[in-house]
């Protein structure tokens, strides 16, 4: 069965400093997808960055990227330059399939809470 | 353009009563989840649909019922509310099998409080 882990619940960083936040999974299908949404403390879930398992090259989004070890079976954020607005909670996530197959349901990990200090 | 829009944003309930959130997208998106977020447990996935009129258990289905009798909307309901359904819902919309690598669109959520 696939699987999501976040070992770290909480994390700080100074402002301007750069962060990663640790993700690794396990699942036994050769194609899947793996996704990073932010949540602040306003609540809604906003969509950071995707990796897919065949790409080549790790996903970059402005500040954001996502070191992929696929050996390792690890999909870590790193976020270059922090800034306050920063601050909030970061799931990481995966489905199976290359577009999520059939269902194309997401499985969560439990969340890394940022807190960026100035 | 509003995307995923969950209605009630806030409930109170006592336990026993019952009540439906509602999620309407008009994005024309074929597949719809529910998921409930918990205190360091992320997001479980409680129910979601494949299409109009199918819907599928997920993760922590026990006492919730869905219904998408429309393509636009996916019903959650909880016919006897217990104080462990005290939570934050996600309603979620996405398309089809051959979907965006975006995965999901989140609605912004209702926090349900059951005492």
């Known amino acids: 069965a696939q699987k999501i882990t976040q070992t770290q619940p909480g994390m700080f960083v100074q402002e301007k400093e750069a962060v990663t936040l640790d993700c690794t999974y396990d699942?036994?299908?050769?194609?899947?997808?793996l996704f990073w949404y932010k949540q602040p403390s306003s609540g809604e879930m906003i969509f950071l960055i995707y990796q897919g398992s065949y790409d080549q090259q790790n996903a970059t989004e402005g500040r954001y990227s996502l070191n992929f070890q696929k050996a390792r079976k690890s999909a870590n954020l790193v976020i270059s330059a922090s800034q306050l607005g920063d601050s909030a909670m970061y799931f990481c996530?995966?489905?199976?399939?290359?577009?999520?197959?059939?269902?194309?349901?997401?499985?969560f990990g439990t969340g890394t809470l940022l807190a960026v200090q100035p | 353009n509003a995307g995923v829009t969950q209605t009630p944003k806030f409930r109170v309930l006592k336990t026993g009563q019952s009540m439906t959130l509602l999620c309407a997208q008009d994005?024309?998106?074929?597949?719809m989840y529910w998921y409930r977020q918990d205190p360091g447990m992320g997001l479980r996935l409680i129910h979601y649909?494949?299409?109009?009129?199918?819907?599928a258990k997920g993760e922590v289905p026990d006492g919730y019922n869905v219904s998408r009798l429309k393509k636009q909307n996916f019903l959650l309901g909880l016919e006897s509310a217990a104080p462990s359904q005290t939570s934050v819902y996600f309603c979620?919309?996405?398309?089809?099998?051959?979907?965006?690598?975006?995965?999901?669109?989140f609605g912004s959520g209702t926090r349900l409080t059951v005492v």
């Open positions: 699942t036994s299908d050769p194609s899947y997808g």
């Open positions: 996530a995966m489905r199976e399939g290359r577009y999520g197959g059939a269902t194309n349901k997401l499985i």
């Open positions: 649909s494949v299409g109009e009129g199918t819907t």
């Open positions: 994005m024309n998106h074929e597949y």
């Open positions: 979620a919309s996405s398309y089809g099998g051959q979907g965006t690598i975006y995965g999901y669109t």
